[in-house]
C-alpha cells in the first residue's frame, strides 16, 4: 500500500509506539504491548522507515465544500491520543470537536462501528478493518455529491483469514494469545 498514490494514510498508536522505539525512545506502552511493540520493531523491514515516518497524525481536506478530518482516534490539547470512550455520543463527540471546522470526522483505534450524526458534523469510525471477531474486513463508503449532501454505507467483506491467524504462532508473536483473544475471539482455533 505504501506504493500507491490513491491511498491516504494517517498515523495509529501502534506505528508511533514502534517508530519511538526505532528513534531510541520509549514506546508509550506496557506489559504485553510492549513486548509486542519492541518485537515488530526487531522484525521490521527498514525499507519501510521512511514511509511510516512521513504519515501524518491528522489530514483534513474538502471534498464538494465538505471539510473532512481523518485521524486515528481523538487528541488531546498535546496532540497525544484520548483514552478510548466506551460509551461514545455524539454529545460527546462534538464537544471534543468544538471549534473544528471538519463537517465530517473519520476515525478509528476503538474497533467497534460509530456513526453519530450532530447539526454541525458526522462521526464515522467503520469499525477495524481486519479486526474482527469473524473473518470480516469493515469499511465505509462516503459519497458527498455535488450538493454537499453526503450518503454513507457501511459494508462488511467476508474473508479467509485462517493462514494470517496461523502465523502468529508460527513466527512466535509476542502476546499472539492475548492479541488472538482480544482482536480476532479466537478464531484461529477453529483452524487448528
Not at 8 to 17: K, L, Q, R, W
Not at 99 to 118: M, P, R, S
Amino acid at each position: 500500500m505504501h506504493s500507491r498514490s490513491d491511498i491516504t494514510h494517517v498515523i495509529g498508536n501502534h506505528d508511533e509506539a514502534v517508530l519511538n522505539i526505532l528513534d531510541g525512545k520509549d514506546p508509550g506502552s506496557q506489559g504485553e504491548e510492549r513486548t509486542h511493540h519492541y518485537w515488530i520493531a526487531e522484525h521490521m523491514d527498514q525499507k519501510f522507515l521512511p514511509f511510516l515516518c512521513k504519515i501524518p497524525k491528522s489530514i483534513v481536506t474538502e471534498i464538494n465544500g465538505v471539510n473532512i478530518r481523518f485521524i486515528h482516534y481523538h487528541l488531546d490539547g498535546k496532540s497525544q491520543y484520548l483514552p478510548i470512550d466506551r460509551s461514545p455520543s455524539s454529545v460527546k463527540l462534538e464537544k471534543l470537536y468544538k471549534g473544528d471546522t471538519a463537517e465530517i470526522v473519520c476515525f478509528g483505534h476503538h474497533h467497534l462501528l460509530h456513526h453519530f450524526k450532530t447539526n454541525n458534523r458526522l462521526f464515522l469510525n467503520p469499525g477495524a478493518l481486519g479486526c474482527n471477531h469473524k473473518p470480516i474486513a469493515t469499511y465505509s463508503t462516503v459519497l458527498i455529491k455535488d450538493n454537499g449532501s453526503i450518503d454513507c454505507t457501511f459494508k462488511e467483506v467476508y474473508y479467509d483469514n485462517s493462514e494470517f491467524l496461523l502465523n502468529y504462532h508460527r513466527l512466535q508473536v509476542p502476546a499472539r494469545e492475548s492479541i488472538l483473544n482480544i482482536f480476532y475471539g479466537n478464531q484461529h482455533r477453529n483452524n487448528v
